[in-house]
């Protein structure tokens, strides 16, 4: 399953923010968070803590033109996302990863 699987299937979640105060794309905090949460992060600290020390692998996979989100910026954007996208999305993407394995 690649990256780019991952940026079609979320890509349908809507981005909130207002244009001129976004710092980092939407599609890598998700990628994050999923990714975080699938290592056992269970909170936004421990999801900024998790990037922080894999931002190499992270770069691999996104761009983070912008550096690293904090811990804050994760919270905001899930408190404020689109939940029922966000699912539906969500359970897209885990089928189509289970498609892809025994």
């Given amino acids: ?3 780019k699987n991952f ?3 979320f890509g349908n979640v809507k981005d909130f923010r207002q244009e001129g105060k976004i710092k980092h794309k939407l599609i890598e905090i998700l990628f994050i968070a999923v990714v975080a949460t699938i290592a056992n992060a269970d909170s936004w600290i421990e999801v900024g ?3 922080e020390t894999r931002e190499k692998w992270l770069r691999k996979n996104i761009d983070l033109e ?8 994760f919270e905001r954007v899930f408190e404020n996302i689109d939940s029922k996208a966000f ?3 969500f359970i ?5 990863i289970s498609d892809h394995t025994d």
């Fill in 1 to 3: 399953m690649s990256i």
């Fill in 7 to 9: 940026k079609d299937t």
């Fill in 49 to 51: 803590d998790f990037v």
């Fill in 66 to 73: 912008n550096g690293v989100p904090s811990h804050d910026t």
């Fill in 87 to 89: 699912n539906k999305a």
């Fill in 92 to 96: 897209s993407w885990t089928k189509k």
